[in-house]
């Protein structure tokens, strides 16, 4: 498998190099979707089938590729991938089906940009090859005596962040639904932070991060900060350029308290 450790770790590198030109990148241009949607990125498609094809491979390339693990049968490394699986899942089949509902019943079209589509399928192809090889076929499981101390300390992170992020999204497409524009979202986590989407899935991968312990989990999770946090500073802007005095003053961007 000479030929694969290679490809591991080219991979692994990418994900690493990545990082810092998306962070910059979208701390001076915003992601054209949703409440950034512009013209002038090339054709657009249905916002549930973007969310469904470029998240996918998430799900089919991990469970092509898993069976072919040296671990794929240890119960420690089924037990890790469950939580991986269990949001691509929902990110992937869930939320556009509820998106789908919403603008039926809105009776709306909005546009996703098949370029930023295309963009995002080809980071999921990188991340669902490297977290799905990692956990079945390059982690050690054998030597990791702390093994079930850190999943059960990352899952509860994981599964917190996911709650969160789960919430937050309800509300969101609950204001669409309400119809007459955007409004200013308001109880639970958006007290204090205009983002909590966003935090919950930083918190998300942060606690797969403490689960695999690994290169691969810490690469995802400071990908996934460099990707969410900029984005949630151009709509923490957005909320006050559009709502100025109406917006609470004390919401941070995305972390609680800090930012």
């Not at 810092?20 to 916002?47: C, D, E, N, V």
């Not at 919403?102 to 999921?124: H, Q």
């Not at 991968?205 to 990707?227: I, P």
């Amino acid at each position: 498998m000479v030929s694969d450790q290679k490809l591991f770790h080219y991979s692994l590198r990418a994900l690493y190099l990545i990082g810092p030109p998306t962070y910059i990148s979208l701390r001076f241009l915003q992601a054209p979707y949703g409440k950034h949607h512009r013209p002038g990125w090339g054709p657009t498609m249905s916002p549930p089938l973007a969310w469904f094809l470029m998240e996918s491979p998430t799900l089919w390339l991990t469970l092509l590729l898993f069976p072919f693990g040296l671990h794929s049968s240890n119960p420690k490394s089924l037990i890790l991938i469950s939580p991986f699986l269990l949001h691509y899942f929902h990110r992937t089949c869930i939320y556009p089906l509820r998106l789908q509902r919403n603008s039926v019943r809105r009776g709306t079209v909005s546009g996703f940009p098949i370029s930023v589509a295309v963009m995002g399928f080809g980071f999921n192809l990188l991340n669902a090859y490297l977290q799905a090889r990692w956990v079945s076929q390059y982690k050690d499981y054998d030597s990791d005596r702390w093994f079930w101390w850190r999943f059960v300390g990352g899952l509860v992170l994981f599964c917190g962040g996911m709650a969160v992020n789960i919430w937050s999204d309800r509300v969101l497409v609950g204001l669409k639904k309400e119809g007459g524009g955007y409004k200013v979202p308001r109880g639970g986590w958006f007290e204090l932070v205009s983002c909590p989407n966003y935090f919950g899935e930083i918190v998300e991968w942060l606690g797969w991060a403490v689960m695999t312990w690994s290169w691969v989990g810490l690469g995802f999770f400071l990908y996934t900060c460099a990707n969410l946090v900029p984005r949630a500073r151009a709509n923490h802007r957005w909320y006050l350029e559009k709502f100025g005095e109406d917006y609470p003053k004390g919401r941070k961007a995305v972390v609680p308290f800090l930012y």
